[in-house]
């Protein structure tokens, strides 16, 4: 078995993160590794004898944190950053190559053009709420960064104007809340502009006053 460097440090490891990430590096650096041989290594690690560790762990905590990562790799259900990192702190490699796998194994080769960026806008603009490349990527299951690069200006341009509409809807749905509320439970039937505020948590004086307008009318 070739073993690589998984501790790429000179510090000692202080929690169970830093832990977890050196065996995450063990594991997928050394594929044909048992089980049993990562978690005599986990449990020699965490030794405070072995000058590796602060203080001593847990042995339990360790054993559980041995199945977690074991499981994991099994599953498949490693994020991507951990496993970048561990092709980045594998030693056998030159910068190149490190580069080169990284970008062969992660970059996306699905690609999303201006005008099917715009079809998921329309779509998402049926629900009346404030869009973000947060949620037009959730859509589409990519990243916010593909998002980004794809979307023609035009329509950025809608977005935004959509945007500026719908937060003044959500922040009149609000203050009408507001006023419905103190409207049962007000005897005179008399309110102030800073009741409204307060109640609302909105203090668009223009925007209460709309609002007040569009009650009585």
Not at 24 to 39: F, T
Not at 64 to 90: E, I, P, S
Not at 130 to 137: G, N, S, Y
Request: aromatic share 8%.
């Amino acid at each position: 078995m070739v073993w690589c460097k998984v501790v790429n440090t000179t510090r000692k490891l202080q929690n169970l993160s830093q832990v977890e990430g050196v065996l995450y590096r063990l594991v997928y650096l050394n594929p044909e590794i048992m089980y049993e041989d990562m978690e005599a290594f986990a449990l020699w690690l965490t030794d405070s004898s072995t000058g590796w560790v602060v203080n001593s762990f847990d042995k339990g905590g360790i054993q559980t944190l041995c199945d977690d990562v074991w499981n994991n790799f099994q599953d498949g259900k490693v994020y991507v950053n951990k496993v970048k990192r561990m092709l980045l702190f594998n030693p056998s490699l030159r910068s190149s190559d490190r580069c080169r796998i990284i970008g062969g194994k992660f970059r996306r080769s699905v690609k999303y053009s201006a005008n099917q960026i715009y079809e998921i806008v329309q779509e998402l603009m049926l629900d009346g709420k404030p869009l973000t490349a947060d949620k037009i990527a959730k859509k589409l299951k990519c990243s916010t960064v593909t998002i980004s690069r794809n979307m023609d200006d035009e329509t950025k341009g809608i977005i935004s104007e959509y945007n500026i509409e719908a937060r003044k809807n959500e922040k009149m749905e609000k203050i009408g809340k507001a006023i419905r509320e103190l409207l049962d439970n007000s005897k005179d039937k008399a309110l102030s502009i800073r009741q409204i505020r307060k109640l609302s948590s909105i203090p668009d004086q223009y925007l209460i006053k709309e609002a007040l307008k569009a009650v009585k009318g």
